[in-house]
């Protein structure tokens, strides 16, 4: 027992081993390591503007440049410039195309330097991994008693190539219009006018009869309007335009100037700016992935309001044809000078179109307008009370109406670009005195032949059908 506890503890001996896998002596410096002794007595020397001179005199520029650098400041060779176009000294509408040279000058900061590999997509590089005895242990204790079969190779999904297929989207656009009239619903063989709809679901049946907000489950609809198209509240054009002003057109602040309802704009014809709208949309169909559309076309406006708010009252009546008094001679406000009862509205001042973006005809209703039409929610005139039961009264059922935009225009005051108007040598501001318009005299009358029938021909081309001879006095 002594000898035991006299004996040392044993050691062992333990060593770190580090398997080198990729080797690179490098072999060593062909002489031993020189220091020089460089004088920098010469720094004054290098420091004085007399060499920086000489140096320039010595070592001329290597590029060819003009008088001002490539960075022209004399405006006088410009075209235009002092007409108010500054096209030839700003840069192109569209950028040019990189040439594939300059692309590496492009590039961001994140790519220049060294590249930075992933270890993920590397295979000779190893993932750290620690062995030991409770490691292979656990895993061994793990592992299950019989090995297990590979898996064999992943199917895809198969995919329902019948969903793009036309007819079976027509089918699906025909299912939303079954659901909300199952008693219109078609049941028959699919034929050149009609197509069976997709059976709904019970849960897509559920949804239309039980509407919920997506988001709040607790909102409830108040009412529902069908969407339908106001067949008879067409224009000539066969749709609508969208004017927004820039600033306040009238002098009207602490409340809605109810003029607004009834003002008129009326295109002013300028060939000049006609002329060179006309070349810009040459341009753009000569050369399109250059040259932008210019939009639509920037007409200048003319802006005319009424006298008063009792006038555009009574030519809101006068406009209403549920309004019973619309055919009473004493709405009109103003007599012209052949003795007619009119409605004079008086030229505000003259815009111009800052923006405007139409829309493609084969798009017609990409941007709607949407009025909501109740005949019970009607404001009862008056001295009048409007049986709303009583269709002949009512021009419209209870819908919305949709109404296509064809063209959005911003319109701002118009301000003449000429330079030389600041001394007084240029013509009016506007227009000339003896073609500018200072009032206009409005007639509401109902439509004649040629406009009826401008009418018939955009409700035929709504309604998909041919145009035929119809009785303008029954539209």
Known sequence: MAAAASRPDRAYHQDYICRIRYENNLPPPPGSVKLLDIPIDGLDYYASPGFASRLHRSQPINIEA?????????????????DGDESSIQAPLITP???????????????LGKPKYQGGGISFLRRTEYISSDTAR?????????????????????????????????????????????????????????????EPTPVEIEAWNDPKHPLKSSLKPVDFYPILPDLEAGTDAG???????????????????????????????????????????????????????????????????PTDEASAINLRKKLDVNDPDRDDAELYTAKNRDGKEVFRLERQRTYETGRATAQDPDHAYKEIALA?????????????????????????????????????????????????????????????????????????????????????????ALLGEEEDDQDYDNT
Not at 265 to 270: E, F, G
Not at 402 to 409: E, R, W
Not at 421 to 436: A, I, P, T, V
């Open 66 to 82: 003009d008088a001002e650098l490539g960075m022209p400041i004399n405006l006088v060779g410009m075209p235009g410039v002092f």
């Open 97 to 111: 195309p990189v040439h594939p040279k300059d692309k590496n000058l492009l590039r961001p900061l994140s790519e």
């Open 138 to 198: 656990a895993r061994s204790e793990a592992a299950p008693k019989s090995a297990p079969k590979s898996p064999g190779p992943k199917l895809r999904k198969p995919v329902d190539n019948s969903k793009d297929d036309p007819i079976n989207v027509l089918r699906a656009a025909v299912k939303g219009f079954d659901i909300a009239n199952p008693e219109d619903a078609y049941a028959g063989p699919d034929t050149n006018d009609n197509i069976k709809g997709l």
């Open 239 to 305: 749709n609508y335009m969208v004017a927004k002003f820039s600033s306040n057109p009238t002098h009207t602040v602490n409340k809605r100037d109810i003029r607004m309802d009834v003002g008129l704009l009326r295109p002013i014809d300028d060939e000049a700016m006609f002329a060179e709208y006309s070349a810009k949309i040459a341009a753009h169909e000569a050369d399109p992935m250059r040259v932008p559309h210019p939009g639509g076309a920037p007409f200048n406006y003319n802006f005319f309001l």
């Open 372 to 460: 909501l039409h109740d005949p019970e929610l009607d404001v009862i005139t008056k001295d009048n009370i409007i049986d709303t039961r009583d269709p002949s009264q009512q021009r419209l059922t209870k819908a919305a109406y949709y109404y296509p935009i064809m063209q959005k225009i911003q319109l701002k005051p118009h301000r003449s670009k000429n330079l030389a108007q600041l001394g007084g040598l240029s013509r009016f501001n506007d227009e000339d005195d003896d073609k500018r318009v200072d009032a206009w005299d409005v007639i509401v009358d109902d439509l004649d032949d040629n406009e009826r029938a401008k009418r018939i021909t955009n409700r035929a």
